[in-house]
């Protein structure tokens, strides 16, 4: 380049010397710039979770910052923008470092309470917004008939006759405004009937994205995730079933967000400031973050990453300690929270799963209501209801198809499908803990996966919990024989399991049922002991004091249903024949006390002797324990219609018993019959339940609220009762 231009000075004309040395000065610059942006416009990959929430708020953490303060709602809390400060706002390159062009793909993952919403406004959740620029107005752009779109969806979504001439006075501002403003980006919105989510797209025009139904303003909390993919827009609110988006031109590859800004709760000014309460605001790079917060035990709480700040309640805010309110939702990051609910006037702490009473008037149930008819794949033999840490209420049903058992995860709506798990007509489910290892153990009552084989022996197994992929996994298998139950108990700090074995074969029903215990070196469940046994189909274990005991319900030695039933006692280590009592057909023990006093109630199934008819209306009978002849003895007799369970539970300070009635000689539509304890008269009917086929109960409580679910052997639904109390 010297060369030349030494050749141009040598000429006389010294003003052409001078163009030619501009021109070759701007040809460098322009070289050089071509290469600085070859080597600066890069995009944003490889990202961590973003915390844009936490990082407004963590600026000073022993505070809030200007602009907002902190709200407590339904015992949660969550940030309350007082205005659009500047402390609401920073530039994006303070997260989205050395980079220019924002991610193809990503997730926006929101936790909020919409409360007091105007059905007028439009209302940002946050936005990232270009630098200010002078536009000179071009009426009829793509840009202004959108600005003009979105005022006549505020006043469509207006209710008030009023609302076109103040929208056509919003729309002289708005094109006003256009003309010198800072240009929108990203921005995620609401208004009352959709979720709006806006972005530049090609030829800068602001493009959006409307979810129809999201409902959230109904002043409850709920967790949104927002997916963006190359393909298709997906956006999941609670953990729920997904709405999803597929575009006609994709989200932009070159988002340039060069010296761009996020604005949390806003779009940098007070118009269209988000009025509600905020929990959680993460960018996700990925298409879907959904499986990271999803499933959860409180999805409208989900969460993936919350401010400290918002987590726990110092313990000087005694005032915020304690929530009062109608509903509350108990989780991990509310514990130790408490709760004082004005209508049963009861006051509640949360311990991370649920609710536990401190202090509650006395309940009293008032009517029973139907809240979940759950379609299964199959009938259903039993339920099992436990809970796990971190997830929440689950339960486990045995299904007879081939098509395998499930496992169902509890919401506020009811229960809905989690895992499936292979099992071979299965009769049964055991829940039960070592340390904080969590399992399922299933009693199969066929052979294998190849039912043409006829094979003496079953195969039963245990599944034990993964909390990393947060599904139940084979653990052991064991041998038994038309497995009808197992039961779970400690004994001087060992764990151990009884499968009740009902048959070897079609017709051997007198066979030995097995007691096994862990084997902490070999880590797996070996026999310790057999027991004799006429057609088991319960155990049930109970302690009395220092005592322990373990009782079994026959119903068949092959000929007669009219068998004893054995109570065994513990001794030396081992179990001792404590007491025999007579039985038909039995299928289920319950134990249960009422202050000092401890009752056994048998499930009598029928009575058959030999060829003869079978019987199906029968007593069965509830037992106590007379604590000086150290027996139990008859207390009161309960006409069923071949009972095949009990379940006992209690509410404030009345006991319930409910009885599944499943067959009357003719029909499976029976009544199950709900029974409340009444002291000296014993136990009374107080409500009628309609069932088919009737096989189990199992009552359980959330959040406060009583429940009972009931599965058939005869149609392939479950069902749900709330209990209501006064």
Not at 100 to 127: A, C, H, M, Q, W
Not at 170 to 177: I, L
Not at 228 to 237: A, I, M, N, P, Y
Request: glycine share 8%.
């Amino acid at each position: 380049m010297e060369t030349f231009v030494q050749a141009i000075a040598t000429e006389p004309n010294r003003l052409a010397m001078m163009t030619w040395l501009i021109f070759a000065h701007l040809l460098l610059l322009g070289l050089r710039a071509t290469d600085t942006t070859s080597d600066t416009w890069r995009r944003c990959t490889d990202l961590v979770p973003l915390d844009l929430l936490s990082f407004v708020l963590e600026r000073d953490p022993s505070q809030l910052t200007a602009g907002g303060h902190m709200k407590q709602e339904e015992g949660v809390r969550g940030v309350h923008l007082s205005s659009p400060h500047a402390s609401m706002s920073f530039p994006s390159s303070q997260l989205l470092v050395d980079c220019d062009l924002f991610p193809k793909e990503f997730s926006i993952v929101v936790t909020l309470k919409v409360t007091g919403f105007s059905p007028k406004r439009n209302e940002y959740i946050f936005s990232l917004m270009g630098p200010k620029r002078v536009k000179t107005k071009r009426v009829g752009t793509k840009e202004e008939k959108n600005n003009k779109e979105d005022v006549l969806e505020r006043n469509a979504e207006s209710s008030n006759s009023g609302g076109e001439q103040r929208g056509e006075t919003e729309k002289k501002r708005r094109v006003k405004s256009e003309e010198e403003r800072e240009q929108i980006l990203l921005g995620l919105r609401f208004s009352k009937r959709r979720l709006h989510f806006l972005f530049r797209g090609h030829e800068g025009v602001v493009e959006r994205w409307r979810f129809r139904g999201a409902g959230l303003a109904d002043n409850h909390w709920h967790t949104l995730v927002l997916g963006v993919g190359s393909q298709r827009v997906r956006l999941t609110v609670d953990c729920g079933k997904a709405q999803e988006i597929i575009p006609s031109r994709p989200f932009p590859s070159d988002l340039n967000i060069r010296g761009s800004k996020f604005n949390v709760g806003s779009r940098g000014r007070w118009k269209e400031l988000y009025s509600g309460l905020l929990r959680q605001l993460v960018l996700v790079p990925g298409v879907d973050a959904t499986h990271q917060i999803c499933p959860s035990s409180n999805p409208q709480l989900a969460v993936l990453s919350v401010p400290p700040l918002l987590l726990h309640p110092p313990a000087t805010e005694l005032n915020e300690r304690v929530s009062l309110g109608l509903e509350r939702s108990c989780s991990e990051q509310l514990q130790g929270q408490m709760w004082f609910n004005p209508l049963r006037r009861g006051l509640y702490l949360c311990d991370g799963a649920e609710w536990v009473t401190v202090l509650e008037d006395h309940k009293r149930l008032d009517y029973v209501l139907e809240h979940q008819v759950l379609t299964t794949s199959s009938e259903t033999h039993d339920v099992e209801v436990f809970h796990i840490a971190g997830m929440g209420l689950m339960a486990a049903m045995a299904h007879r198809s081939a098509s395998g058992s499930a496992v169902y995860l509890w919401s506020k709506t009811g229960f809905r499908l989690y895992q499936n798990i292979s099992t071979y007509g299965a009769l049964a489910w055991r829940h039960f803990s070592m340390g904080k290892k969590i399992f399922l153990v299933v009693s199969n009552s066929v052979g294998g996966p190849d039912k043409r084989k006829r094979s003496e022996t079953d195969t039963s197994v245990i599944y034990k919990w993964s909390k990393r992929r947060k599904r139940f996994v084979r653990f052991q298998t064991l041998q038994t024989h038309c497995a009808r139950d197992w039961e779970a108990f400690n004994i001087d700090q060992q764990t151990y399991l009884a499968v009740a074995n009902h048959r070897q074969g079609d017709n051997n029903h007198t066979i030995d049922s097995v007691i096994y215990k862990w084997n902490k070196p070999t880590k797996s469940f070996e026999v310790h002991q057999m027991l004799p046994t006429s057609g088991a189909y319960d155990w049930e274990f109970f302690t009395v004091g220092p005592y322990h005991f373990l009782v079994v319900a026959n119903a068949f030695d092959g000929v007669t249903t009219s068998v004893d039933s054995v109570i065994y006692v513990w001794v030396s280590g081992s179990f001792q024949v404590f007491q025999a009592i007579k039985t038909f057909c039995a299928t289920d023990w319950e134990m249960f006390q009422i202050g000092n006093r401890v009752f056994l109630v048998v499930a009598n199934g029928h009575r058959l002797n030999g060829n003869g008819p079978s019987q199906y209306a029968i007593n069965s009978t509830i037992y106590e324990l007379d604590m000086n002849g150290q027996v139990f003895v008859r207390f009161q007799d309960i006409v069923t219609y071949s009972a095949v369970d009990w379940e006992f539970f209690s509410l404030g300070e009345e006991y319930f018993m409910i009885v599944a009635n499943s067959f009357n000689g003719e029909s499976y539509s029976l009544n199950s019959i709900l029974y409340r304890w009444q002291g000296y008269e014993g136990f009374v009917p107080v409500h009628w339940l309609p069932t088919i086929g009737c096989s189990d109960w199992e009552f359980f409580s959330s959040e406060g609220e009583s429940y009972l679910i009931y599965s058939s052997a005869k149609a392939p639904l479950s069902k749900v009762f709330k209990l209501k109390t006064h």
